[in-house]
């Protein structure tokens, strides 16, 4: 059996290690005589795993006590229409930072259920740097404020949290969760799809504050309220039973890696690897993203000669490294170095692009 290095977007490449252990688990879990996946939902079983998978997520991130984390469905994009649906709370405005295709489209979600303020936009720059914080128009009476902290298509990512000062700030963090330690306590709402840094698709995270929950839209299906989520332990209806065994698997697994800390520092060293050989190229690799926000977790790069991009794909595909082809919409190349993308795979990668710029330049 060959693994190959993914490194692809999401649904993205998982530790070795949590897969080999699901492996050995799949068919009789724990002498329970059953895979994970047929037990039910409401069994003593499954609600173990479940708690056990939040009771992690929280040491990890020290999370509040005072914050629910619920385990839901429909990706992040639903948490676009669940974010407005249930923080407006009788306000009429919320506040968005728009720093690319993510952001526009939870910009473009909340537009139908109220007014956005759009309090900034990387168009200016071709959303390849974060607008300035002194050019923000923050409107104190917005209801919260929304963004980004890492878009996953431009790879740009915020070196800082934003102050929104008593307005709920409110996260969409698909692609930076568990990264990297963050201040919890700083948040009204964290969301997150599974599909990068937790686990298989199929489950969203979403992390918040009580006191934001209970005020949903009226009219809205009850599925839509995180009030029914939180006051049944995300057990309303049946959850994503698999998909949280597997988070629960990673976040040992994270644990195993010294926690967010210890990822922290192996993140950071893989991106510096991939974009120093990027400004080491002599421009033969180019990266958009300004200096300061480039994302540890998605690296776009082009080459100088786009009509090398094929056999730049061909080529990197044998020698083992896929998905690396840039979103349709930008072109070019992506590497996503998610958490459980070892330094091999960039260090290969890494190798890899030398070897061609040599080839080909
Ligand atoms: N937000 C961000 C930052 C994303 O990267 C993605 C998926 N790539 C989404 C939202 C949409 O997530 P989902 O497919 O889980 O709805």
């Known amino acids: 059996m060959a693994r190959i290095f993914n490194f692809g977007a999401g649904p993205a490449v998982m530790p070795q290690a949590v897969l080999r252990k699901a492996q050995e688990e799949l068919v009789d879990w724990h002498g329970s005589g059953m895979s994970v996946m047929e037990m039910s939902h409401r069994g003593k079983e499954f609600l173990d795993i479940a708690a056990r998978a939040e009771a992690s997520l929280r040491t990890l991130m020290g999370i509040p006590d005072t914050y629910k984390v619920l385990f839901l469905q429909g990706g992040a994009s639903l948490q676009f229409a669940m974010v407005p649906i249930n923080l407006l709370r009788g306000k009429t405005r919320a506040d968005y930072l728009h720093t ?19 309090v900034a936009s990387g168009e200016a720059s071709g959303f390849t740097d974060i607008p300035a914080v002194s050019d923000w128009r923050l409107d104190p009476q917005a ?10 298509i431009g790879g740009v990512e915020f070196p800082f949290i934003p102050d929104a000062g008593a307005v709920p700030l409110v996260a969409d963090m ?44 009226p009219g809205m299906p009850i ?11 995300s057990m309303y209806n049946t959850p994503p ?29 893989k991106a510096r690897l991939l974009y120093d050989a990027i400004e080491g190229s002599g421009g033969f690799y180019i990266c958009p993203v300004a200096k300061a926000c480039r994302s540890w977790m998605n690296v776009p790069f082009t080459l100088k000669d786009a ?42 990668l890494v190798d890899f692009m030398r070897d061609f710029a040599r080839r080909r330049g």
């Open 174 to 217: 698909s692609s930076t969760i568990l990264s990297r330690p963050v201040d919890v306590s700083r948040f009204g709402l964290i969301y997150a799809g599974a599909q990068k840094n937790i686990g298989p698709s199929g489950l969203t995270v979403v992390i918040v504050r009580e006191d934001l929950v209970g005020q949903a839209l």
């Open 307 to 348: 009509g090398l991009d094929e056999a730049f794909l061909k080529e990197s595909k044998a020698a083992g490294l896929l998905q690396l082809k840039g979103h349709r919409s930008v072109g070019g190349m992506r590497a996503s170095l998610y958490n459980a993308m070892p330094e091999e795979g960039v260090a290969a």
């Open 241 to 269: 039973t698999f998909p949280i065994y597997m988070a629960g698997l990673v976040f040992d697994w994270l644990k195993e890696q010294g926690g967010l800390a210890g990822m922290a520092r192996i993140n950071e060293r």
């Open 100 to 118: 690319g295709e993510w952001s526009k489209k939870a910009i473009a979600e909340a537009r139908r259920f109220g007014e956005v303020n759009v």
């Open 143 to 152: 209801a919260y404020l929304h963004y980004t902290p890492n878009e996953t």
């Open 223 to 233: 599925m839509l309220d995180y009030r029914i989520h939180a006051d049944n332990e």
